[in-house]
Every structure is written in C-alpha cells, then in structure tokens.
C-alpha cells in the first residue's frame, strides 16, 4: 500500500501505477505458486483507473502531415526538421529538443537518436532510453547534413536556436513555438491536434496499420508495457535499431501517400442503366 500510495502522490497516472502494480504482482503470484513466498502482497492492489470515453486528441490526418512537412521545407532551424523528427519517430516533443548533437550517431550499421535520461531529459521509466533508428525519408530530406554543420561548442544542442529556460531546457521554447507555428501560420486549428502529440498519435495508427509488433511499438514510441514480460529478456528491440528499422521503413511518408492520392486515376462513375420497370 505504501508503495502504491507514494506513486499516487507523486502524481504518476493512475493507469501507470495500475501497471506497474499489476507488473509486481504477476512476479510475487509466480513466487507463491514456486513457494518462494507465502503471500502475493500485491494481490487486488491495482487502482481502478476511470472509465476511459473518447481521447482528447487524434492523429493528423494524411494532408495534415503532408501540409506540414512540406512548409517544414521552407524552414531552418528546429522548425525545419523538429516536424520531420516528430513524425517518423513518434517520439514526445521533450525527447527530440533535448538531444544533443552526439546523440545522433551509428549503431549496428544504422543511423539512430540516442535517447536516454539526462539532466535535462529525465525520462518517464527506465524504458525511455533506446536507441531509435532514422527513418529513411528522413536521411533523404538531408537531415544528417544539417547535424553535420552544427556548432561542436556551446551545449551541444541538436536545435542550439530555440530558447534555453533557465532550468537548462528547451521543450517549453519549442512546445509554445510550435503550436503557434502550425496553428497561426498553418492554420491547423482543430482542438483535438496537438502541434506535437498529433505526431504521436499518428505513428501509433501507422505502425497498427503496418502490422507491426507489440514489442517493436513500444521500442518506437518509448512506452512502458508491463503485460509483455517477454520484452525484460534479452537485450530486446530498444537495443536492437538495426531490426526496429526493418518495422520502422513499413511506415510510409504522408508525402508520397499524398502524392500517390492525386496521381491515383479517378473512379469511372457507373453509367445509368434505365430501369426495366
């Protein structure tokens, strides 16, 4: 109860501590029934989180996210390829503008982003930090291009032009800016997209699409998923970018499904058969 009741206070969200008590428990009913235990102590302690209705947010749409990629073109800067990052990774937008320059780096013949806790990142789990492969169509728009001309100096920032708060971060520069950006000058209004999470939201739909793997999502997106046991043993996909881009590359650019869209011929319209009555 004690360690259900801190979590709570700590403001971690009831379905996280659900998990992770459930998680607990699944280990401790094992060790009852192998007689290491004589009680499970995490045993019908799970909170109930609320009934879930309608999520508050949705993915961008195909135009949505081909609209903003391609005024992301006419841009330097974060406003450049923050839009590009966030959609091919699905990552939150706290993760992308607090890499350094290092973190994008080879690993197992693969170009990744290095994501993992710092001062500046702390991370919501221990399984936030991965090594997340680039997508293809964004090594093709030239985004290793930009990394290389960075400044070496300074603090080594991916985006060394948005604005440092004082605690060292950049996300809330980046969070504020963006969402004036694709609002305002873009004119994506909807409530239900967020200028970030939207990316998100999105990859999730994507990657259900492309059929790809449980385990290969959460190494995408960075999610902690107590129910699948199996993805502790090993060193799993977060380990392993060269085989998290194989699932990754599945998921097509809106610009070329835009692009195929308009070259797609029209549909004959049937010709009116008269009646025989």
Known sequence: MTFKGRRLAERISVETVADDVMGCGAVCKWGVQNKHLLMNPFASMAPRPAKRGETARDGFTDDEAAAILQAARGATGWRRWLPWLLCFTGARISEIVELRRKDVRQEAGV??????????R????????????????????????YVGVLPIGGDGSLFPD???????????????ALGRWV??????????????????????DELRKARVTEEAQDAITGRHNPRNAGAGYGKGYRGMPDEVLKELRKVPSPLAVRD?????????QEAHQPSTH
Request: zero cysteines; charged letters at 20%.
């Open 111 to 120: 170009w990744i982003l290095d994501i993992r806790p710092t001062a500046a």
């Open 122 to 145: 702390a991370g919501k789990n221990a399984t936030f930090q991965r090594m997340l492969p680039l997508h293809p169509s964004v090594i093709e728009e030239g985004f290793l291009a």
């Open 183 to 204: 609002r305002r000058d873009l004119g994506i209004t909807n409530p239900r997209k967020a200028p970030a999470h939207s990316w998100r939201h999105r990859m999730e």
């Open 162 to 176: 948005l604005t440092v708060a004082r605690d060292g971060t950049r996300t809330v520069a980046a969070t504020s």
């Open 260 to 268: 195929q869209a308009r070259a797609a011929p029209a549909m004959p």
